[in-house]
């Protein structure tokens, strides 16, 4: 079992930055890739960013170029450094990791195979 725990939400104006951190811990031997994803109000889960144990990314066009994923160097840690935030960013972000997808893309892109969710920070742009 991996307990995960995200922090760093809050209110803030659009244009600014904020960072999100998220710490791993307990069965954190595995090798697992970790990211981010966001769910708005009335909306679907959709993902963020992702990154693999080696550090390769994958980010949908919505946030290309303004997001940011890394991990810190005991691997345990996630981090999203968000630039150029826009209203249409204000969501629940969730962190999350998974054994079961060694890519960034395909934890991406299957979501369902994820074993591990923190329970979200908040993050509300405002105009």
């Known amino acids: 079992q991996v307990h995960m725990v995200e922090s760093g939400g809050g209110l803030v104006q659009a244009g600014y930055s904020l960072r999100l951190s998220c710490a791993a811990s307990?069965?954190?031997?595995?090798?697992?890739?970790m990211g981010w994803f966001r769910q708005a109000p009335g909306k679907e889960r959709d993902v963020v960013a992702t990154i693999s144990w080696s550090d390769n990314t994958y980010y949908p066009d919505s946030v290309k170029g303004r997001f940011t994923i890394s991990r810190g160097a005991a691997k345990n840690t996630v981090y999203l450094q968000m630039n150029s935030l826009k209203v249409e960013d204000t969501a629940v972000y969730y962190c999350?990791?998974?054994?079961?997808?060694?890519?960034?893309?395909?934890?991406?892109?299957?979501?369902?195979?994820?074993?591990?969710w923190g329970k979200g920070t908040l993050v509300t742009v405002s105009s």
């Open positions: 307990g069965r954190t031997s595995t090798t697992y890739s």
């Open positions: 999350a990791a998974t054994a079961l997808s060694n890519t960034a893309q395909s934890m991406a892109l299957f979501p369902g195979r994820i074993e591990w």
